[in-house]
């Protein structure tokens, strides 16, 4: 599961986590339509600095993620932890980047991820791009089994926050 919902534009995009990769590390997308302005989704992108918004009762303790804006989730700061297995490395106004801690990295191997809300016409895409170590057969192994389940817990999160910033578009 390399890819999901993705377009062969965004296969052959370079993405920010790229330049944090090694050479060989595989890349996997995950992409969605949002009907809401890239700002609104943006925002909305910033809020996995808070929680993970996919299924709460494995990733988040059982706790619901947030279902308004958490003020001040928007400033962000390289270093920061994220969905606490990466800190941010890189942003900007429609981006976020990060690399798993070294914590993590010992579970999952060696990844990051760059989160970004790009325009479309009529509304905007997020695009979730991970960067996946695929050194060695502990890595490969690794690899295949984060790419099945990060696809389940990255669609329900990509939905769960389409779904927010849609409701905030509307108002």
Aim: hydrophobic share 40%; net charge positive; aromatic share 8%.
């Amino acid at each position: 599961m390399r890819h999901w919902n993705v377009t062969p534009e965004e296969i052959g995009k370079h993405y920010p986590c790229q330049d944090h990769a090694a050479p060989g590390d595989e890349l996997l997308l995950r992409a969605i339509d949002v009907d809401a302005d890239p700002a609104t989704t943006f925002r909305w992108l910033c809020q996995v600095t808070v929680a993970p918004y996919s299924y709460d009762w494995i990733d988040n303790g059982g706790r619901r993620s947030p279902a308004t804006l958490t003020p001040g989730a928007d400033r962000l700061v390289d270093g920061q932890p994220v969905l606490g297995i990466f800190r941010l490395v890189e942003h900007d106004d429609r981006q976020l980047t990060m690399v798993t801690t070294p914590r993590a990295e010992r579970l999952f191997g060696r990844v990051h991820a760059t989160y970004l809300a790009t325009e479309r016409p009529g509304g905007s895409r997020i695009v979730v791009a991970f960067t996946v170590g695929a050194h060695g057969r502990l890595q490969r192994l690794r690899r295949r089994a984060l790419a099945w389940g990060d696809v389940l817990m990255v669609r329900k999160q990509l939905r769960t926050l389409k779904g927010y910033a849609e409701a905030s578009a509307r108002g």
